[in-house]
T-cell receptor
Framework: AQTVTQSQPEMSVQEAETVTLSCTYD???????LFWYKQPPSRQMILVIR??????QNATENRFSVNFQKAAKSFSLKISDSQLGDTAMYFC???????????????FGKGTHLIIQP | NAGVTQTPKFQVLKTGQSMTLQCAQD?????MSWYRQDPGMGLRLIHY???????DQGEVPNGYNVSRSTTEDFPLRLLSAAPSQTSVYFC???????????FGPGTRLLVL
């Protein structure tokens, strides 16, 4: 079974600063996807960024980027120019791809509570 | 498009009662799934479906039943609620299981 570990239960930074959230995962698989989801106080789960394991290039989405280190099984999220609206729980998630082209769903870490201070 | 909708938003049950959590999507997605979220935990997969008539178990399926008679709907049934099932339940859908999953707003369930 796959496991996802987020070692920072809570982080707090000042507005406009850059912050990095860490995520490590344990798998023996070679084909998988990795995700970062954001959950604001509304509880809605919102996809932030997605990375296919076969792609060497790190994914970016505006102020959000990842540092994907496949050999180290590390998938950190960097948020640049942080904004008050970035305050939320952030979950790292793993999806193993099956040989038949399917998958078993998402395995989530326990989350990091990110607080952006004004 | 309404996206993924879930009803009810909040429900209180007594131990032993049954109920159905509703999930519907209007995006013609083939893949649908149910997760539960407990305090201090990430989401855990309960059941999923890759298409109408096909369902399978996830990580924590005990105490829950599902069926998928249409592409749009994927209800989650609790036959005999237990306090351990107190949680927030999320439904998600996507075109295929590899595609980005879109989550509903969640149902908060309290079992007394």
């Amino acid at each position: 079974a796959q496991t996802v570990t987020q070692s920072q239960p809570e982080m707090s930074v000042q507005e406009a600063e850059t912050v990095t959230l860490s995520c490590t995962y344990d798998t023996s698989e070679n084909n998988y996807y990795l995700f970062w989801y954001k959950q604001p106080p509304s509880r809605q789960m919102i996809l932030v960024i997605r990375q296919e394991a076969y792609k060497q290039q790190n994914a970016t989405e505006n102020r959000f980027s990842v540092n994907f280190q496949k050999a180290a099984k590390s998938f950190s999220l960097k948020i640049s120019d942080s904004q008050l609206g970035d305050t939320a729980m952030y979950f790292c998630a793993f999806m193993k791809l099956n040989s038949g082209g399917g998958a078993d769903g998402l395995t989530f870490g326990k989350g990091t509570h990110l607080i952006i201070q004004p | 498009n309404a996206g993924v909708t879930q009803t009810p938003k909040f429900q209180v049950l007594k131990t032993g009662q049954s109920m159905t959590l509703q999930c519907a999507q209007d995006m013609n997605h083939e893949y649908m799934s149910w997760y539960r979220q407990d305090p201090g935990m990430g989401l855990r997969l309960i059941h999923y479906s890759v298409g109408a008539g096909i369902t399978d178990q996830g990580e924590v399926p005990n105490g829950y039943n599902v069926s998928r008679s249409t592409t749009e709907d994927f209800p989650l049934r609790l036959l005999s609620a237990a306090p351990s099932q107190t949680s927030v339940y999320f439904c998600a859908s996507s075109w295929t299981v590899q595609e980005t999953q879109y989550f509903g707003p969640g149902t908060r369930l309290l079992v007394l």
